[in-house]
């Protein structure tokens, strides 16, 4: 069975700084392609990072925003810097076989942690 779990949120200053974990398993994971996405309040899901099957080239939507992956672990990371408010949104991980933006590089979704971030 395919999982995608994350952990890491919580609640943080603006200014602070987490990190997020997606520990992936059902799935040939240094095959697939990781990425990170959120959905704050009254707002639509939208992109955050994205970390390439191919070649390990990383995209993302912010530069207070990284991502990298531990194969050892089958887990994708999310490292966010400079917290503001407006990050305040439910962060979802997801897997695909397909490069950052083919059709295919969102096959598997995670069920999200929340980050709350304060004034």
């Known amino acids: 069975e395919v999982q995608l779990q994350a952990s890491g949120g919580g609640l943080v200053q603006a200014g602070g700084s987490l990190r997020l974990s997606c520990v992936a398993s059902g799935f040939s994971f240094n095959t697939y392609s990781m990425s990170w996405w959120r959905q704050g309040p009254g707002k639509e899901r939208e992109g955050v990072s994205c970390i390439n099957s191919v070649d390990g080239r990383t995209h993302y939507s912010d530069a207070r925003f990284s991502t990298s992956i531990d194969s050892s672990k089958t887990t994708s990371y999310l490292q966010m810097d400079s917290l503001e408010p407006g990050d305040t949104a439910v962060y979802y991980c997801?897997?695909?076989?397909?490069?950052?933006?083919?059709?295919?590089?969102?096959?598997?979704w995670g069920r999200g942690t929340l980050v709350t971030v304060s004034s």
């Open positions: 997801a897997a695909g076989k397909g490069r950052c933006g083919d059709p295919t590089y969102t096959d598997y």
